[in-house]
Nanobody, 125 residues
Framework: QLHLVESGGGLVQAGGSLRLSCAASERTFTTYPMGWFRQAPGKEREFVAVIAGNSGGTRYADSVKGRFTISRDSGKNTVYLQMNSLEPDDPAVYYC??????????????????WGQGTQVTVSS
């Protein structure tokens, strides 16, 4: 399993931006699809975005399309989530994950793949 460490969470005003980072422990990182989930208090964990390993293809949840951008820097073993136009529904703990396929990100459970510890995103109105 990869060891993943998220950073970049914090407090931002509605309409503002944050960039989350997820650093992976190994160079084999480049072969894994990497993605983000989020979970708000009292709500189910939900998929946010995923980026393929080699092709760099991306997929997004409908709720973040056009506002969030996922990217990866293979030289730094890091994946990013640029979040713009943050809304009151966006606050949550954001988790980075690595899984063997892009399609496997449709499953929200934590018993598959590698996961980071999470980073809190708070949006003030």
């Amino acid at each position: 399993q990869l060891h993943l460490v998220e950073s970049g969470g914090g407090l931002v005003q509605a309409g503002g931006s944050l960039r989350l980072s997820c650093a992976a422990s190994e160079r084999t990182f480049t072969t894994y699809p990497m993605g983000w989930f989020r979970q708000a208090p009292g709500k189910e964990r939900e998929f946010v975005a995923v980026i393929a390993g080699n092709s760099g293809g991306t997929r997004y949840a409908d709720s973040v399309k056009g506002r969030f951008t996922i990217s990866r820097d293979s030289g730094k073993n890091t994946v990013y989530l640029q979040m713009n136009s943050l809304e009151p529904d966006d606050p949550a703990v954001y988790y980075c994950a690595a899984r063997p396929t892009v399609e496997s990100f449709a499953y929200r459970g934590r018993n598959t793949g590698s996961w980071g510890q999470g980073t809190q995103v708070t949006v003030s109105s």
